[in-house]
């Protein structure tokens, strides 16, 4: 069996496998039509909160663009990617990060939640992006926009879609598939998940 390093080639956004869990979120039709109403939260133990706009997270964080593989954690389904977006990490460094923070907590609007432990965020900066483009465009309803985490290298339950909550917190949150299904906190692709 071919592995997703083994077939090069960008996939385009049509062909590319999706999960809704939780179906789409009822904000996704008022962010289509007016994005400048879409708000990211960072909160929890950070020294100021944030709420940052689309545009804000444009303009104000320097872009990052990679190619990356998006897995599902059946290893069945998967595709190759071009992303962009900017660096998870200089976003919650402007929030100021407390020294007690283990865990980061993310939350799709429409009630999807995985986890990141901080440590790997601050040590592969690269790997973990707040993304805002897919294949040279803005991501499209299905796969997040208007924002949606890149964590490369980790199966697809840790690339949240539809972004609007990011909480930084000094204990071991697990997010859905982590805590409820009991699936790896570490997702790391290529490795068994129960």
């Not at 389904?77 to 919650?92: F, I, P, T």
Request: charged content about 30%; glycine content about 10%.
């Amino acid at each position: 069996m071919s592995l997703p390093e083994d077939v090069p080639g960008i996939t385009a956004v049509e062909h590319l496998f999706r999960y809704d869990i939780f179906g789409l979120p009822a904000e996704l039709g008022r962010w289509s039509r007016d994005n400048s109403l879409f708000r990211l939260k960072v909160d929890g133990c950070v020294e100021r909160e944030g709420a940052f706009s689309l545009l804000e997270l444009r303009n104000d964080f320097e872009p990052v663009e990679t190619e990356s593989v998006l897995q599902c954690m059946t290893r069945v389904h998967w595709g190759r990617v071009l992303l962009r977006g900017a660096r998870l990490y200089e976003v919650l460094q402007a929030c100021g990060i407390r020294p007690q923070v283990r865990k980061i907590a993310f939350h799709g609007a429409e009630g999807f939640s995985t986890d990141l432990f901080l440590r790997e965020v601050v040590e592969e900066p690269e790997r973990f992006l707040l993304v805002y483009e897919m294949n040279g465009e803005p991501l499209t309803g299905e796969h997040g926009f208007p924002l949606r985490i890149a964590a490369i290298g980790k199966y697809a339950y840790k690339w949240c879609k539809w972004l609007v909550r990011i909480s930084l917190l000094d204990y071991d949150f697990k997010g859905h598939y982590e805590g409820k299904r009991g699936w790896s906190d570490a997702a790391t692709r290529g490795e068994r998940v129960v």
